[in-house]
């Protein structure tokens, strides 16, 4: 593996069919008894990095290429890796100001001796850090690289297993591996010397004055989005738009297609199930705004060639079901553009609230606890006249109602992993408490903003495509959080502020449908040649080989839930398609870390 990572330090592809197009680009340290510092230096070297800054117990040691920038002072070492967009930056309500763009900081106070690392809210650059013994952190933006280096240990975590196995995925700052975490995007993470590393959220912008009307605002709002699309546009190029055909995107394609006339190719993905397939909708918009527009639809034969080796090549276990559909995508539109623009981070913005089903069962959590839920639960029965109430009671935590996607509930999950499981501890779940019981829409948008956007981060890493997000610029997101609710989430009016601003440069009739969403039909993929993906990765030796990672699971448990969807029960396709990614990776990936 070391050879492996070698290779991708210096760019270099390997046989993978997925290799890693951006590579490593910084690993530091802060080593205040300087025990680990000799060691960590002479991994570096061998891995072909050079060191870039070094003052005292902190260093940081960079990859060949200009991938990131180093400047000093008399009070500083600043590495940042990314990009910036160059336009002005906001200052935070205590006077801080950080640049806009995508990127990762690495700031290290001389005077202080501390240590401050920093990505955007857009999550898109990757950074990790574990522990060094005598109070110092080791840090990097590749996870293969931090586990692997001298004291790390690539160990699997139950506590990770458990989270990705509920929600799919793990969020910062939590991660697969023990004792390695990810700081928080748009928080702080500092670390001084003889303390434990705390996290410090980046003040609001001052909230600008509130527009009177909806006009008004949707004016005000057109100019902050088109400020955040242009100042994303290179200078020269093709830049791809993805375009669903949903408002975000569509008013993305809009005002690319403005500001570069002649530049934009207009892109969606397509699925064979009408039910799943946005073309017509974004075929339209496209040929509206005069856009040249590229459709893409891999086979299910596609899907699984790629499967194997995007395993392989992941850091880290996901199952967004759309993760494979985005990377194909990326793959296909790098050929055509090196920049693309995406509509991702809109929904957080500006808000969405949870279907009402979901409003009650939380509501009825806060009235009725576990043993009276469950005392109903038996009474309405999951079949007969009240079987319509049964899932309203039948719940262990209410915040499972509000999850994206249907993993291993908790009560599921214990028999799984037999043994007992907390999600106290997750991202999402202390999010939750942060909110009294009636506050739904501010819940729930929050809820939201926790989910990772791995499938287009990794997809991104994976091709070399360079995804960047209008609607994470920090004045838009100023404005958007000052407005009232009524211009951005009135009842059954959603993104109103959106669609006021999206209907000056495009038709409603063209656009105002109800949206598919980006639903990849996962379920038909794994049922492809009689299940053969899951019957493979799940077969009793390859649980056995989990134990063996220190992912083990109950085998009985896996071999039922996988009978129960070969027999048709579909409702347990998510539980299973987590399952398999899970061992696929490690057998392709985690196994090569060694």
Known sequence: MAADLAARAGRRSGPAAWPDMTGPRLFGWLDPPGTASPRLAAWCAA?????????????????????????????QVLAVSGVLFGGPATPDAAGRADPDGHYLRVRWERAGRRLCLFRD????????YRALPGGGIAFSDDL?????????????????????????????????YEGVWSPEPGTELIVEPGRAPRSVPRSPPPPPPVPADLETAATALDRLLDDAVRARLPATGTVVAFLSGGVDSALI??????????????????????????????????????????????????????????????????????????????????????VALDGTGADELIGILPAPHRRKAVWLATLAPRVLRRAAARLCGARGPLAGLYPLVEFDDPQEFLIRWRGWPRRELERLCAEPVS????????????????????????????????????????????????????????FVRALPLAMRYPPAQPKRILKAALARRVPRDLWDQPKHGFDFPFADFLALDDYALPRHYLSPER????????????PRVVSATLERLCAGGREVAFRIWALTVLSAWVENHWRRLG
């Open 47 to 75: 891995m072909g990095a050079g060191r870039a800054a070094s003052d005292g117990p902190f260093q940081v040691w960079c990859w060949p290429g200009e991938r990131v920038r180093i400047t000093e002072s008399p009070a």
């Open 144 to 176: 293969d690289l931090l586990v692997t280096s001298p004291g790390g240990a690539p160990h699997l975590s139950r506590r990770g297993l458990h989270e990705y196995l509920r929600f799919l995925d793990i969020a910062t700052p939590n991660t697969l």
């Open 121 to 128: 809210d857009s999550a898109s650059q990757d950074l990790y």
């Open 543 to 554: 649980v056995r080989a989990l134990g063996q990672a220190g992912a083990g699971l109950e």
């Open 423 to 478: 999600l106290a501890h997750t991202r999402f779940y202390r999010t939750y408490r942060d909110f009294r019981p009636g506050q739904h829409f501010a819940r729930f948008s929050r809820l939201m903003a926790t989910q990772p956007d791995d499938r287009i981060h990794e997809a991104s890493r994976l091709t070399g495509l360079a995804v960047r997000f209008p609607f994470f610029d920090a004045r838009l997101g100023a």
């Open 253 to 338: 394609a809009a005002l690319a297609a403005a500001a570069a006339p002649g530049r934009i190719l207009a892109y969606t993905l397509g699925f064979e199930d009408s039910a799943c397939d946005e073309t017509p909708i974004a075929a339209r918009i496209a040929a509206h705004l005069g856009l040249p527009h590229r459709v893409l639809r891999p086979s299910m034969a596609e899907y699984r060639a790629a499967f194997d080796d995007w395993t392989a090549a992941i850091s880290h276990p996901f199952a967004d079901p759309a993760a494979l559909p985005t990377l194909l995508a990326f793959r296909d539109a790098h050929r055509l553009g090196a």
